[in-house]
């Protein structure tokens, strides 16, 4: 199993910045963190969850186009860890945010989630 732990959410007023960060763990003959592209998603209330950025092993990256140019992905194997810098926020940035890992296998599918950090940007 995989377990992720978000941390470094809250309260920032608008302008401000955050750094999140996700832990990542797991047995050794089931995890291998390069094999993952790590991911943030975040949820606003009532709507979908979304993605915000994605980091391959060899540190390609994606990003939504609401957050591009402020927001930068990172990942650190040696440690198995990925941030989130967040810089500009903006009130319609408050939402929970989301680590996930998701490896393809074949026709095998793993995917894990973090347990969510909450982000609220205040105007």
């Known amino acids: 199993q995989v377990q992720l732990v978000e941390s470094g959410g809250g309260l920032v007023q608008a302008g401000g910045s955050l750094r999140l960060s996700c832990a990542a763990s797991?047995?050794?003959?089931?995890?291998?963190?390069?094999?993952?592209?790590m991911s943030w998603y975040r949820q606003a209330p009532g709507k979908q969850r979304e993605l915000v950025a994605a980091?391959?092993?060899?540190?390609?990256?994606n990003y939504a186009d609401s957050v591009k140019g402020r927001f930068t992905i990172s990942r650190d194997s040696a440690k198995k860890m990925v941030y989130l810098q967040m810089n500009s926020l903006n009130p319609e940035d408050t939402a929970v945010y989301y680590c996930?890992?998701?490896?393809?296998?074949?026709?095998?599918?793993?995917?894990?989630w973090g347990q969510g950090t909450q982000v609220t940007v205040s105007s």
């Open positions: 996930n890992a998701l490896r393809l296998s074949g026709q095998t599918r793993y995917d894990y």
């Open positions: 797991g047995s050794t003959f089931r995890f291998i963190f390069n094999l993952y592209v």
């Open positions: 980091v391959t092993s060899d540190s390609s990256t």
